[in-house]
């Protein structure tokens, strides 16, 4: 029997990750990508959206816990701080602690987060370009839905 190295079967196991079947690890990734917060907290970090200093479109920078909080507006403390333990967990940001007084911490992306970083992104922009067209077919169906049950 042919033994394999570690980076053999690390490459075998990629290759069958496969996100239909229910217990790909992968299943688990998307569900984390796919949420809201996660998408905010990706531009934020890559220098897109609002906020002191930023230029949209001026690439990634870190930002402290407080800048991350200001800039994506309504996400809570607790989410905030899960959303980026999850993201740190997966390689995705990194955290930074400078012993100052007070202890300064700040959040940056990685190589593998400013690769997703730009896909999500994109699903942002989207989002924004096209939010007229889903509201105008959201109130069409609803319309419809209400002249039926008539």
Do not use: N
Request: proline residues 5%; positive net charge.
């Amino acid at each position: 029997m042919a033994t394999s190295t570690a980076s053999e079967r690390k490459a075998v196991a990629k290759a069958e990750y496969d996100a239909f079947l229910a217990m790909c690890p992968s299943r688990q990734l998307l569900e984390r990508i796919s949420d809201k917060w996660v998408a905010l907290v990706l531009a934020a970090l890559g220098g897109d959206g609002p906020g002191p200093g930023a230029v949209p479109g001026s690439g990634p920078r870190p930002l402290r816990f407080s800048e991350l909080a200001r800039r994506i507006s309504g996400v809570s403390q607790k989410m905030l701080t899960q959303t980026l333990r999850s993201l740190e967990r997966d390689g995705i940001v990194t955290r930074t602690v400078t012993p100052t007084v007070p202890v300064t911490v700040t959040y940056g992306l990685t190589a593998l987060g400013g690769s997703l970083q730009g896909v999500m992104l994109g699903i942002k922009e989207w989002a924004e370009g096209h939010m007229g067209e889903v509201l105008a077919h959201r109130d069409g169906y609803d319309q419809g839905r209400a002249d039926t049950a008539r």
